[in-house]
């Protein structure tokens, strides 16, 4: 007799997601795990884009039909929030929507950010329903000694 399990897919990317966090060192200082900044429920989840050079991270988020001053960009403890509202159009009595296919209401993104971002530099660009995200990386901490007296 052989023993069946249901798949669960959200399961097992967030196990993925997981793994690659810990092999890159995306952990949060108190030990909280990214993951659960990486998904957060909302009505609908805009496609984003995570481009990196030597010198910066590019997040680019897919808006359409929004306009910038329907996003808000914040950062609070290392953690990168996108987040809005894409209004759905009122039905007037001259039009009839016979199909709607487009997701509309709130939405909410985060991300936990590297060690090694700047956050003061992060600049954002809106253009073409496209969010620009530029965040560059910081310099790396120098570590310095901290004398000990012995008593």
Not at 62 to 86: A, Y
């Amino acid at each position: 007799m052989s023993n069946i399990t249901r798949w669960n897919p959200v399961s097992e990317f967030e196990d993925m997601m997981n793994r690659y966090n810990r092999m890159f060192g995306l952990t949060r200082a108190n030990g909280e795990r990214e993951g659960k900044d990486l998904f957060s429920r909302s009505d609908w989840a805009p496609a984003v884009d995570i481009k990196e050079t030597g010198e910066a991270f590019t997040i680019e988020a897919e808006l359409p039909g929004m306009k910038k001053e329907d996003v808000k960009v914040t950062v609070d403890d290392g953690v990168l929030s996108i987040q809005g509202e894409r209004k759905h159009e009122e039905e007037t009595n001259d039009k009839k929507h016979h199909r709607i296919e487009r997701v509309y209401g709130s939405f909410l993104r985060r991300f936990t950010l590297p060690e090694n971002v700047d956050e003061n530099s992060i600049k954002a660009s809106f253009q073409d329903g496209v969010l620009t995200l530029n965040l560059k990386k910081a310099e790396p901490k120098e570590p310095r000694a901290i004398e000990v007296n012995v008593e």
